[in-house]
């Protein structure tokens, strides 16, 4: 009917990757002003905040900027005598390593900004890497990558529990307590769902458990997970693992297999949101053991019902995933409180507190500490010691299975 | 193999919906619609807001999808589109501005409804068996109404003045306008209806596989392979380039990793490009 030619579609290509740059661009415009008077200690976050991926960098946004207003709200935090007001500094990479790069550019060489959240992904804090060493800032990714915090890296902090410690757990308490000997792996493919994929693979044989399929992936922007599960299911196992599975796919995923006749238990080796659970499977969401934050009833303390009201406020709702990434700020803020100002600037200072830092966990009811840890896995302490809260889901509720704290 | 039948129908008929919208859009305006994929979106999340916020039926939902949804593509043509097509001579500039509108949608959505995934429990519960294969209740609701809207749109577009008069525009607008239709106006519809399609595919399956603020894009792709396959702007081509993508997802997850499934679409997808740029039923390029 209607002309058509490849000009056109090279020419549509262009202006795609035209728009993504602009809107980059505005979001950056976006952040927030200075503060008027008083001294401003600007924090950094950088992570996929558009696009499919989006609520994993939007929940570390409205997560900081929670605990910001917690702050701002108190008159600032006091590093050596002086109150800092907190300004969030947030940029959008779209999950792409270029935007990530340019974003890590802007943030620690023309903002300046010495402590940066973020990323979310693997391949993105790995581009941030050169650029933090060049400013000497510090960043706190989401991302399990062994060699970012492996020497001679020393920038990075991992904010999270890596999938290779949740995974070794999860299965060896399936194992012992639910009789669990045939798993099934289905992961997203790409970087972060394969390689999280390969240490939980690993784990299950390292258990002596039966893995009866491992090989089965969907894509990214998969909108239908009935085909791939239809291979899954018929494998016959007690457990469908499904490493880094985002919120808005491990609900599809589970549905999927129930509607197949599934009827064992599923994990993910990352946090998940139970009103997402809910309205995505209902009962079908029955029976997923994951990683959990400090949101569950039964462990939270009433700082963390502060920050519960403080980030529902920002984003208009409460995330239960918040809950896995409510630590980074607070532990910079108190590892800054305890080095005294230098370390604003000069993150040397930084790096040398963490060996002997500890503070009491703000978010738990019960009395635990929170410090760096990793040296088991990493040779150094560049982990933020994230308690190992391990969840089920049950009638639309998360409860809690298990809590334990990584080496 | 009955599995792998089941899945291929299943989703050829929910993404024939979405073919048919774009190919419409593109027949009609000569314009390839980056923002289809949004509009999908913002079907599924209308249906949401209805179903859970509002908490009425799911026909109330559905309809006030293709109703919304159609006029914010008869806005975004009668405001922008006509406008950017009657000034401009360079024919990329649609394209910049379908882009545009994409990442506005998607904004816009990202701010109004949040970064969650949203979705409605199953219209209908129930699992049947089709000889070896599982065929949910919901499911088989979701391709007979898509069925259903398929064979709608086709009697609308074969049989009606307003159809005809699409058709007519489609394969020549300077000849179209010398009969005497007022080409504004049925543009004007023809952008209303492939958006309303795709508000109505977004809005039958946020019940299947629930949508996000960024799922936009993802969509937009698999039109453009559909289309690709069939031959941009042919509505029969949008059905088979359907059948060919549902087919060959249900085929290739059943036969292969999930990972190669695509790399093997793609490569497929080029080689048959080079022996037959214009898609099944397209007209030959230039």
């Keep these: ?407 | 193999m009955e599995q792998i039948l089941v899945n291929g129908a299943i989703l050829s008929a929910n993404y024939a919906l979405i073919a048919l919208g774009i190919t419409l859009i593109f027949g009609i305006m000569n314009v390839l619609n980056f923002a289809h994929g949004q509009m999908f979106m913002i079907g599924g999340l209308i249906v949401y807001t209805v179903c859970v916020v509002f908490k009425l039926p799911y026909a109330v939902g559905l309809l006030a999808a293709a109703v919304i949804v159609g006029l914010i593509g008869m806005l975004l043509e009668r405001t922008l589109f006509q406008r950017v097509m009657r000034i401009s001579s360079r024919e990329e500039n649609t394209m910049l501005l379908a882009v545009g509108t994409a990442l506005l949608l998607e904004n816009i959505a990202l701010y109004v409804f949040g970064e969650k995934q949203r979705g409605i429990p199953p219209m209908v519960s129930g699992v049947y068996r089709l000889g070896s294969a599982f065929l949910p209740a919901n499911r088989l609701l979701v391709f007979a109404i898509s069925l259903a809207l398929i064979a709608a749109v086709l009697l609308f577009v074969n049989f009606t003045r307003q159809g005809r008069a699409m058709r007519a525009l489609a394969q020549d607008r300077t000849a179209t306008m010398l009969m005497g239709v007022d080409v504004n106006r049925i543009s004007m519809l023809g952008f209303g209806l492939g958006a309303a399609l795709a508000g109505i595919a977004g809005g039958l399956l946020i019940s299947v596989s629930g949508v996000n603020a960024g799922i936009g894009t993802a969509i937009s792709t698999k039109a453009f392979i559909m289309i690709m396959i069939g031959g941009a702007g042919v509505i029969g081509g949008a059905l088979l380039g359907a059948v060919a993508l549902g087919f060959a997802e249900a085929i290739g997850y059943a036969l292969f990793p999930g990972s190669v499934t695509y790399l093997l679409i793609f490569t497929a997808l080029i080689l048959f490009l080079l022996i037959r740029p214009q898609g099944i039923m397209g007209k030959p390029w230039g």
């Excluded at chain 1, 980059?24 to 600007?42: I, M, N, P, Q, W």
């Excluded at chain 1, 769902?193 to 893995?211: H, I, Q, T």
């Design chain 1, 1 to 407: 009917m209607m002309e058509a030619t490849r000009r056109r579609l090279l020419k549509g290509a262009g202006a795609l990757a035209v728009a993504g740059v602009m809107a980059t661009a505005v979001g950056l415009g976006a952040t927030g002003a200075a503060f008027a008077e008083g001294k401003t200690l600007k924090i950094g976050q950088l992570g996929v905040m558009s696009g499919a991926e989006a609520s994993w960098g939007l929940v570390n946004k409205y997560a900081a900027q929670a605990t910001a207003e917690m702050w701002n709200a108190k008159g600032g935090v006091d590093i050596g005598g002086e109150k800092y007001k907190i300004e969030i500094v947030s940029v959008d990479d779209r999950n792409d390593p270029k935007l990530t790069v340019s974003g890590a550019e802007r943030l620690m060489g023309q903002e300046g900004i010495r402590y940066v959240i973020g990323s979310n992904t693997d391949v993105t804090a790995t581009s941030i890497r050169p650029i933090a060493e060049k400013y000497n800032a510090m960043y706190f990714p989401y991302a399990s990558s062994r060699s970012l915090y492996t020497k001679p890296a020393e920038n990075a902090v991992m904010g999270m529990v890596a999938s290779y410690q949740v995974a070794p757990a999860i299965l060896k308490l399936l194992k012992a307590e639910r009789g669990v000997q045939k798993v099934a792996f289905v992961a997203r493919n790409d970087s972060d769902g394969l390689s999280n994929r390969d240490d939980a693979v690993k784990a299950a044989k390292d258990l002596g458990l039966d893995v009866v399929s491992a090989t089965a992936t969907y894509e990214a922007n998969a909108t239908d997970f009935f085909p791939v599960m239809s291979n899954v299911v018929g494998t016959a196992p007690d457990l469908i693992f499904l490493p880094a599975s985002a919120p808005s796919n491990t609900p599809l995923l589970m549905r999927a297999a129930r509607e197949l006749g599934y009827a064992g238990l599923f994990a993910s080796d990352s946090g998940q949101d139970i009103k997402v659970i809910n309205e995505m499977a209902g009962d079908a969401g029955n029976g997923l053991v994951s990683i959990g934050g400090a949101s569950a009833d039964a462990i939270r303390s009433e700082y963390m019902d502060d920050f519960i009201k403080a980030y529902t406020k920002v984003a208009g709702e409460w995330n239960d995933e918040a809950g896995t990434k409510v630590y980074a700020l607070e532990v910079i803020l108190a590892t800054l409180q305890a080095t005294g100002p230098s370390a604003i600037e000069d993150t040397n200072v930084f790096k040398a507190a963490i060996p002997g830092f500890s503070m009491k966990n703000p978010f738990l009811k019960e009395d635990s500490k929170l410090t760096f840890t990793g040296e088991a896995d990493y040779g150094q302490k560049r982990q933020i010691g994230v308690p190992l809260v391990l969840t089920e889901t049950k009638d639309g509720q998360f409860t809690t299975l298990a809590i334990g704290q990584v080496d």
